[in-house]
């Protein structure tokens, strides 16, 4: 039994398929293809997991507009879907048998942003900045302290770019974030930053059912211009690859001190 398979057994699992406009075209007219010319060459119909979609997307599709991403149900396959040993040596799902619009659960748009393909938020999450949240935060004032909230849920394996050494190493999500708080430790303490709270999550009583986080910290900047002194820095650059490899989604929201209190509001 692969790791694969074990894992299947587990939990459900969705993979994903990236199609041309042509072939989602087809694939709706006939019920069911073989797939694009790669896969018919190759005799199985490519998928990639929610960690591998983006880089297949960058890799095969760069520049190409008008892509449309399919979801499925690996189990809802059965056997003849096998998870084989692909690109940078990890294993992909790929399907002997042809591609069914009936087996399709979902599919959206992939619109090209910047030259970057913009993916869901359930295969992408939310894990680096939108340029125009990035522009918002630096249009408001630099020279006050602020507060940043962390909220990270942590992929259950880190996916490094095919390029990283430890691309082939399985390290866990934690593993991976571990390594980025270790690398960006001594850059956070020279610009003066500091962690001030920590907590543990425990459930959420007013909110999505399904947000769930595994890491939940405060930390704070003397002024933003520290903060951004350090996103630009190209040390913590290298160190965000590690975040990037390990987060499935999070949220980072700025605040400004203020005294607490007795009451609320």
């Given at each position: 039994?692969?790791?694969?398979?074990?894992?299947?057994?587990?939990a459900?699992m969705?993979?994903?398929?990236?199609?041309?406009?042509?072939?989602?075209?087809?694939?709706?007219?006939?019920?069911?293809?073989?797939?694009?010319?790669?896969d018919?060459?190759?005799?199985?119909v490519h998928?990639?997991t929610?960690?591998?979609?983006?880089?297949?997307?960058?890799?095969?599709?760069a520049?190409?507009?008008?892509?449309?991403?399919a979801?499925?149900?690996?189990?809802?396959?059965?056997?003849a879907?096998?998870?084989?040993?692909?690109?940078?040596?990890?294993?992909?799902?790929?399907?002997y048998?042809?591609?069914?619009?009936?087996?399709?659960?979902?599919?959206?748009?992939?619109?090209?942003?910047?030259?970057?393909?913009?993916?869901p938020?359930?295969?992408a999450?939310?894990?680096?900045?939108?340029?125009a949240q990035?522009?918002?935060?630096?249009?408001?004032?630099?020279d006050?302290?602020?507060e940043?909230?962390?909220?990270v849920?942590?992929?259950?394996r880190?996916?490094?770019?095919?390029?990283?050494?430890?691309?082939?190493?399985g390290?866990?999500?934690?593993?991976?974030?571990a390594n980025y708080?270790?690398?960006?430790?001594?850059?956070?303490?020279?610009?003066?930053?500091?962690?001030?709270?920590r907590?543990?999550?425990?459930?959420?009583?007013?909110g999505?059912?399904?947000?769930?986080?595994?890491?939940?910290?405060?930390?704070?900047?003397?002024?933003?211009h520290?903060?951004?002194?350090?996103?630009?820095?190209?040390?913590?650059?290298?160190?965000?690859?590690?975040?990037q490899?390990?987060?499935?989604?999070?949220?980072?929201?700025?605040?400004?001190?203020s005294?607490?209190?007795?009451?609320?509001?």
């Open positions: 039994m692969t790791s694969r398979e074990g894992r299947a057994k587990r459900p969705r993979i994903y398929k990236i199609l041309r406009a042509s072939e989602w075209a087809e694939l709706q007219a006939k019920g069911e293809i073989p797939g694009a010319p790669i018919v060459s190759d005799g199985f998928f990639s929610a960690d591998q979609a983006q880089e297949t997307a960058a890799k095969h599709f520049g190409e507009t008008g892509l449309i991403l979801a499925l149900e690996a189990d809802d396959l059965g056997d879907l096998k998870w084989e040993v692909s690109r940078g040596g990890a294993e992909f799902p790929h399907l048998a042809p591609l069914r619009m009936s087996d399709v659960i979902w599919h959206a748009g992939l619109p090209l942003e910047d030259g970057t393909h913009v993916f938020e359930s295969v999450g939310h894990v680096d900045p939108t340029r990035f522009d918002t935060f630096k249009a408001l004032d630099r006050q302290p602020i940043m909230l962390n909220l849920r942590l992929r259950e880190a996916a490094y770019a095919s390029d990283h050494p430890l691309a082939g190493d390290l866990s999500g934690a593993e991976a974030y708080g270790r690398d960006t430790q001594p850059i956070l303490e020279r610009l003066g930053g500091l962690i001030v709270w907590g543990r999550f425990q459930g959420t009583l007013i999505p059912a399904d947000e769930q986080w595994d890491l939940c910290f405060v930390a704070r900047y003397p002024t933003a520290a903060f951004l002194e350090m996103v630009t820095d190209p040390d913590y650059r290298e160190a965000a690859k590690h975040r490899a390990a987060v499935l989604t999070s949220r980072l929201i700025r605040t400004a001190p005294k607490g209190g007795a009451s609320f509001g």
